[in-house]
C-alpha cells in the first residue's frame, strides 16, 4: 500500500529520520535553540557588562592543598577544576574601591520564578590572606539579577548572597548552604524597600521569600552569576554551585551539569 503523494510508507520513515538528524546537526533547528529552558552548560562566562576593573574568573585546574592540607578538603569537590577568582580592591579610577567581576549565566535562567529557588549554595577556597584582607566574611557571593515584580517604575534589582565565614581556611570548604546561613541583600532599589532585605540589615533566605509573597509578588530571574566585588581584594576559587536539583562542576573545559537530590 502506498501513503499519499504516491511516497512510499519507508521512504517516508527514511526522510523523517534525516530532518531529526539534521535538526540536531544544524545550527538554529528546533533541538539546537538556546531557550529550551533545560539546565546546560554552553552559556557561563563571564558578564561583561557586570565587571569592572581587569579582574580574572577564569575556569582552571584545582587549587590542590594548600601546601600542608591532605585528604579530601585538599582538592575541588567535583571533578578535578574550579572557577578561580581574582579581584582587586580597586584598580580604577573610580570610587570607592570598585572592581568587580561576575561569572554567570544570561539565559538557562532567564523568567524562571525566584520564589522557585528550593536550593542554592556552593563550595569556596578561602585563605587567610583574604580574612586578611577584608575579615572572616571577605567571600564570594552568589547574584541573581531579577524583575520583582511589584508593579512600580523599577523593574531590576540585583540580589546577593552574603555567606557566612568559611569554617575551612587554606583549604576546600564543605557546602555552604544559602538557604540556612549567611544573608540576602538587594542593591539599593525598590525590592529593598518592600522586603527590607538590605546590605545594612540583610535578611534569612525564609524572611526574603515570605517579603515577596507577602507583598503579592512574583519575581523572575534575569541572570545567575557567582561574583566578587566591589568592596575588598579576593583571591580563591568556587565550586559545585547548587540551583535546586543540579550543580555547576566548574572545570578547565568547561561547565558541567550534574543532576542531584
Known amino acids: 500500500m502506498k501513503a499519499r503523494f ?16 539534521i ?30 576593573g ?36 580597586n584598580s580604577t579610577t573610580l570610587g570607592p574601591p570598585s572592581e568587580k567581576v561576575d561569572f554567570g549565566n544570561e539565559v538557562d535562567f532567564y523568567g524562571k520564578s525566584l520564589l522557585g529557588l528550593r536550593r542554592v549554595g556552593f563550595h569556596v577556597f578561602q585563605t587567610l590572606e583574604n580574612i586578611g584582607y577584608g575579615g572572616v566574611t571577605n567571600m564570594p557571593n552568589i547574584r541573581f539579577e531579577i524583575d520583582p515584580n511589584l508593579n512600580t517604575l523599577s523593574d531590576y534589582a540585583t540580589l546577593v548572597w552574603l555567606p557566612p565565614a568559611s569554617p575551612s581556611v587554606n583549604s576546600w570548604s564543605p557546602f555552604l548552604d544559602a538557604t540556612t546561613t ?13 522586603t527590607g532585605c538590605t546590605f ?7 524572611a526574603l521569600r515570605t517579603a515577596f509573597r507577602s507583598a503579592n509578588a512574583r519575581p523572575t530571574v534575569y541572570t545567575v552569576a557567582v561574583g566578587k566585588g566591589r568592596d575588598f581584594m579576593w583571591i580563591g576559587a568556587v565550586d559545585g554551585l547548587r540551583l535546586n536539583d543540579y550543580v555547576y ?5 568547561g561547565v558541567k551539569v550534574l543532576r542531584q537530590k
Open 6 to 21: 504516491g511516497v512510499r510508507r519507508g521512504t517516508v520513515l527514511v526522510a523523517a529520520l534525516l530532518v531529526a538528524v
Open 23 to 52: 535538526a540536531l546537526i544544524l545550527p538554529g533547528s528546533a533541538s539546537a535553540r538556546t531557550d529550551d529552558n533545560r539546565p546546560g552548560s554552553d552559556h557561563w562566562g563571564v558578564i561583561t557588562r557586570n565587571t569592572i
Open 54 to 89: 581587569s579582574p580574572v574568573a577564569e575556569l582552571r585546574n584545582g587549587p590542590f592543598g594548600s601546601y600542608n592540607v591532605t585528604g579530601t578538603s585538599a582538592r575541588p569537590p567535583y571533578g578535578r577544576g574550579s572557577l578561580g577568582i581574582e579581584v582587586a580592591n
Open 182 to 194: 549567611g544573608g540576602w541583600a538587594f542593591s539599593p532599589s525598590n525590592a529593598a524597600t518592600v
Open 200 to 206: 545594612a540589615a540583610p535578611c534569612t533566605f525564609t
Open 249 to 253: 562542576d566548574f572545570e578547565r573545559d
